[in-house]
C-alpha cells in the first residue's frame, strides 16, 4: 500500500475518548488527514511512503487548539482605546458586557 507520509512514534496519545496512550504506533497520512493507526513494525513492513518519520523519543498527541477568546476585544475594539487598562475595563467594558449578560 502507499501512502503520503508515515510517522511513527515511541507514544502515541489518542483523541478518542478513551484515554489510551498507544506504545510504537504510526500514523497514516494522506492529503493532511490521518487514514489509520497502525503498530510501527507492521507499518513500516507493509506501508510505502513518500515521507518517513521515525521518533522513537517521542510522543504523539493531538493538536491544542487555543478556542479562548474575549468578545469584548474583537466587538468593542476602538472604544475607550485611550484609557489604561482598569479604567477601561470598569467604566467601559464590564458594563456593555453585563448589559449582555
Request: overall charge negative; proline content about 6%.
Amino acid at each position: 500500500m502507499k501512502i503520503e507520509s508515515l510517522v511513527s512514534a515511541r507514544w502515541l496519545i489518542t483523541a478518542d475518548g478513551n484515554d489510551r496512550v498507544l506504545e510504537n504506533h504510526a500514523l497514516l497520512i494522506e492529503q493532511g488527514r490521518i487514514m489509520d493507526i497502525l503498530p510501527a513494525v507492521t507499518a513500516r513492513q507493509h506501508i510505502q511512503a513518500g515521507q518517513q518519520y521515525h521518533l522513537p523519543h517521542h510522543a504523539l498527541m493531538p493538536g491544542l487548539i487555543n478556542a479562548h477568546t474575549h468578545a469584548a476585544m474583537s466587538l468593542m475594539r476602538g472604544l475607550a482605546d485611550d484609557l489604561p487598562l482598569m479604567p477601561w475595563l470598569q467604566q467601559h467594558i464590564w458594563p456593555v458586557e453585563a448589559r449582555w449578560g
